[in-house]
């Protein structure tokens, strides 16, 4: 058996650390290329949005290079990611190829699947064990992404350009390379030790931004084309509204044992958006509201072409800013989008926040 999954920003880091534990057989992924997206564009209906054809695009490269078992998360409720994984699976049958496929379902209560789902691919490794590697995997991107959030910090502060972008680089390659839980433990003050080397100015106030959207736009660089990198190089401080570790924690441990943080976000969209439509449309509403009351200047909202719950939020989200007399952008990505085209809108919309200051 040979398990391959889809690419989403730092995921298969901690997705690999949980297969190395349990001596599972998986295929390394390459990084999305351009022939990724064309390869998943050609077979994807016109309809779907940029992640499905990018995760088709993955899956046809790995089984091209010897994967016979894909993984892919379920889901539910109006957002087409609930059927993403039969769709993906269907077309790629279609087009001859031999898999076995695990859908791994992420509704709420149904958390007993996954354990079920890693056993099946787990070499006969007992409960311990399964939940060691769950632990393994999760403590990895936990660290990247306090890392990523003290970037977010550094970045316009820094003194010499690039130091930041290089030190998080280095703090990737340490926890990617990590073989033990306690070699992450000690990874934790290390990294707490590089940022805090950084030389910045410390009179600096950058002006914040807080930045919301769907996930895998916001975690994948390759499709937000180095947004948080960009924006950080324009001295902007960006607040961002998801983290991998941070949806895993939610949506996977803790909706298991029934602690939703649905009704704090329906306190906090309210009262532009008081129920959940799928995605992250309620949370999106939710945070920008939450970052304009923490001191963010202006909103940025990032999505794929065609997302429904996102098309929705952006709908609401041109009220909530407007009322709140707070600028907003709304960036839709497709697979035409272009970088100078995508600086160019950055770059104004940061003039207009710095303009705008007392
Ligand atoms: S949230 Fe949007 S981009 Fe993500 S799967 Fe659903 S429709 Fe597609």
Redesign the pocket.
């Known amino acids: 058996m040979k398990v391959a999954f889809p690419l989403m920003g730092h995921l298969h880091i901690g997705l690999e650390a949980c297969f190395d534990v349990l001596e599972t057989n998986y295929h390394i992924n390459k990084p999305i290329t351009k022939k990724t997206l064309v390869l998943g564009t050609k077979h994807s209906p016109e309809f779907a ?4 054809k990018i995760n088709l695009g993955n899956f046809i490269e790995a089984l091209e290079e010897g994967a016979d078992t894909l993984i892919f998360a379920g889901g539910f409720g109006p ?3 609930g059927y ?1 994984g039969q769709t993906q699976f269907l077309i790629l049958k279609n087009l001859g190829y031999e898999f076995n496929c695990l859908i791994v379902e992420m509704v709420e209560k149904k958390q007993r699947d996954l354990l079920d789902k890693f056993k099946l691919i787990s070499n006969s490794k007992n409960i311990l064990q399964v939940l060691y590697a769950i632990h393994f995997g999760y403590s990895k991107l936990s660290l990247i992404d306090r890392a990523e959030q003290k970037a977010l910090y550094y970045r316009p502060r820094e003194l010499t350009r690039g130091t930041t972008c290089n030190i998080l680089e280095e703090v990737i390659a340490k926890v990617k390379s990590a073989n033990s839980y306690r070699d992450i433990k000690k990874l934790n003050g290390e990294v707490e030790r590089w940022f805090k080397g950084i030389e910045i100015n410390k009179t600096k106030k950058p002006i914040k931004i807080g930045l919301v959207g ?3 736009s916001l975690l994948e660089p390759r499709i937000n084309q180095n947004l948080e990198k960009k924006l950080g190089c324009l001295g902007a401080e960006l607040v961002k509204s998801i983290y991998i570790s941070q949806w895993i924690k939610e949506k996977v441990f803790l909706d298991a044992l029934g602690f939703t943080n649905t009704n704090n976000l329906k306190n906090h969209a309210s009262p532009y958006i008081t129920r959940e439509i ?3 449309c309620l949370e999106n509403v939710s945070k920008a509201n939450m970052f304009v009351n923490a001191g963010c200047k202006g909103i940025i909202h990032l ?2 072409l ?5 098309i929705v939020a952006k709908g609401i989200l041109n009220k909530s800013t407007e009322d709140q007399n707070i600028p907003f952008i709304s960036l839709f990505i497709d697979e035409q989008t272009g970088e100078a085209g995508l600086q160019t809108r950055l770059e104004a919309f940061v003039d207009l926040l710095e303009s705008s200051l007392p």
């Not at 065609?306 to 996102?310: A, G, K, R, S």
């Open positions: 949005c940029l992640p499905f957002c087409r990611f993403y769907e996930i895998y799928g995605g992250h999505a794929p065609t997302c429904m719950p996102e």
